[in-house]
């Protein structure tokens, strides 16, 4: 099978959509959300709602049932309906059945008809009416096993008095003898995630998860898949259990939301207490606690993050710190041989989730009671770069989830090349293969894609069931046996009794449900290597470069702490986590604010670390070496290493010491003597600053006068000298003045008045 092969797994022409679900599932949970209205079409005006097909597998001999209703979207009256069933050539592989897909809008199901069936009632513009219809295998002429596509075709007569088709609907009927010795194996991973609706400093910024939780809301659907499942009683077993094991992949991110809402009033896009949702919150958390103690439970990545995106940017340090489960070290370390022993397994699983690292994984064991696996990642898209896999496994990841749509040769997991179906397979990453299981691509799109409007989920649970007994028939010719994994998208938003109906029929004859975890234990395809995902979806490059500067920062301050950093930046990276959640990929705009949202506030944290400047902006030194005494201000809940930086403008009569790195305790004022040397006394324009060890600002700069009236060396020198060379000026002046006097009584005659000088020197 080639990859347009692949390529058309993912977008199958279903006539599909939300429906009732069989009659072995209860209504355990809310009802589903009434389908949308659907458009109204001039050639086909009446949409055929096809809530009943039975049974889902017929044998030879059988009677198949449809059943409906039947709307008339047009603006005439439409009389002389007849129904009758068509249906086309039986197709025995996968492969057939998507090439019989390919051809279907050319000539559907015209291999054999059956008469046309009168309806009584005529049906006028938006009226409905509810229909039966009824064929044996013998009416259809069904030959061997397979699966037959089937049209549903709804003639009548317009106000033009022309007979023509007026409705149709298209399914498929599935017909098996006896199911195949070795059944194939089915796991599911069910998504539980949502768009953060919190900002960086962890306050909601709008109400909209309350209505994702609440009755009808997509989250609230979404669980009721799993609750209604139905029970069994498994032979010695004390207690009923589900009938299919679903594995539950939840974002941590979206678990601690809802617990902030459910203990109380909680604030709204900065309104007091507008929050809608605490009631609601509390009771889907009661929901799935109650689901997570029968089912098992994966921790994603704290708020579902884009991993590519992320190593792409840079950002495999952020990747590694939004991973539920960081390394308690190898079996090196500790001397265990945990190959192929899960109970060895499953306890080093409890001891990283009790570590202090991965913090989504206590997050869901405390709110959950139970213990997540925090080992699988699950690409979201499907696509793993291989140097991000080599971020995960550096991170305790030992297992990925990729789609069958994401790798070269990913059909041959799909059981389409004549060979059997395998959900295992391995995964290059930078430093060697890792093991990776792999969804099948058009099941999972299957699920994914079901049109509420287009017949029902009915129609999507048939197809789901058709490829997989084409799958399953293979098995017999496969010593391995086969396996298939099912991982709808992450946005799925389904009915639930539809979808609770595809779950279950994993339990019919020749399928056979598994944990995901015991698809370890099935066959091993070659899927082959990534394929190029250039033109997915992907995180806007905007927001990218903000999430980039964020981190920036994040790590600058992060050399600054003193102790444990991540704990006490862990609201910083949760809050850059939740920002890069792969949910954004469609809203580049939303993304882009989100983004700088969390620049601007692990931003404000360097803000709070600041200098306090003197009252009057003027600060007096006592002394020629008197020390410059700076105020600092840690408003920060831990400590941190702050280097103090003071400059002067010209460094002219003022020089600074040598600083060296000062711890700052948290909340708390500090002061810090900065060793100076004054050589000359007044004012001094000074700068004094704060950075981290690794240069980053902190704070703002602060401005200061110094003024000294002390004598540095300088002065000092220079007023000695003067006092010096004054003094000898007066010792010069007494000398010549005895001279002077000497030489004038010498030369006055004996007797004569003796001359004093003047009174002034000359000199």
Known sequence: MTRALTGALLALPLAAAPVLAPAVVPALGPAAAAPAAPAPDAERPVVVDLTRLDPRTVAPGGTVTLGGTLTNTGSETLTDLGIRLQRGAAVTTRADLVAADAEADADPATAYSTPFAPLPDSLAPGGSIPFTVTATTTDLALGGDGVYPLLLNLNGTGGDGEQRRVGEVRTHLVQQTAPPATATAVAWLWPLTERSHRDAAGDFTDDGLAAAVSDGGRLDRALSVVERLPVVLAPGASAPTPVAPVTLAVDPALVEALSVMAEGPYDVAGQDDAGSGTEAAGAWLDRLRAVAAQH??????????????????????????????????????????????????????????????PAGAALLADVLGVVPRTDLAWAPGGALRPDTLTTLRAGGVEQ???????????????????????????????????????????????????DPAAGGTRIAEQRYLAELVLVSQQAA??????????????????????????????????????????????????????????????????????????????????????????????????????????????????????????????????????????????????????????????????????????????????????????????????????????RQSGRFAVTASLTTPGGGALGDDVAIQVRSTAYGTISLSITIGAAVLLGLLFLRRGILFLRRRGRTEEELPDGAGAAWPPSRSPV
Do not use: K
Not at 333 to 342: A, E, Q, R
Not at 533 to 543: I, K
């Open 400 to 450: 990925v989830v990729v789609a069958s749509s994401a790798l070269s040769e990913g059909d041959a997991v799909l059981g389409v090349r004549g060979g059997g179906a395998a959900a295992r397979a391995t995964v290059p990453a930078t430093d060697g293969p890792v093991e990776a299981l792999v969804a099948d691509a058009g099941l999972s799109s299957v699920v994914s894609t079901a």
């Open 296 to 357: 098992p439970v994966v921790a994603l990545a704290y708020g579902d993050v884009d991993a590519d995106a992320l190593q792409a940017t840079g950002l495999g340090a952020a990747l590694t710190r939004s991973l539920p489960g960081a390394p308690t070290g190898t079996d090196e370390d500790t001397g265990d041989d945990t190959d192929g022993d899960p109970d060895a397994a499953d306890a080093r699983r409890v001891a990283s989730a009790a570590s202090p690292g």
């Open 477 to 678: 010719t496969d010593p391995a046996g086969q396996s298939v994994l099912v991982a709808p998208a992450r946005d799925v938003d389904p009915d639930p009794e539809g979808v609770a109906a595809m779950i279950a029929d994993t339990a019919l004859p020749g399928l056979r449900p598994v944990a995901l975890t015991d698809l370890a234990a099935g066959p091993v395809a070659d899927a082959g290597t990534p394929l190029d995902q250039a033109g997915a979806a992907v995180l806007d490059p905007a927001g990218l470069a903000e999430l980039a500067a964020a981190a920036g920062l994040r790590d600058d301050l992060a050399g600054a702490v003193v102790g444990d950093a991540a704990s006490a930046l862990a609201s910083s990276d949760r809050a850059l986590s939740r920002a890069a959640s792969a949910a954004w990929r469609d809203d580049p705009a939303g993304f882009l604010a989100a983004a700088q949202d969390v620049r601007d506030t692990v931003g404000a944290l360097r803000e709070r670390v600041t200098l306090v400047a003197p009252a009057d902006g003027t600060y007096s030194l006592a002394s020629s070496d008197a020390p410059l005494v700076l105020t600092v201000q840690n408003d920060l809940p831990f400590a941190v290493r702050v280097l103090p930086q003071v400059r002067t403008r010209d460094n002219v009569g003022l020089t600074i010491g040598d600083l060296s790195a000062q711890e700052l305790e948290p909340q708390q004022r500090t002061t810090l003597e900065v060793p100076t040397q004054v």
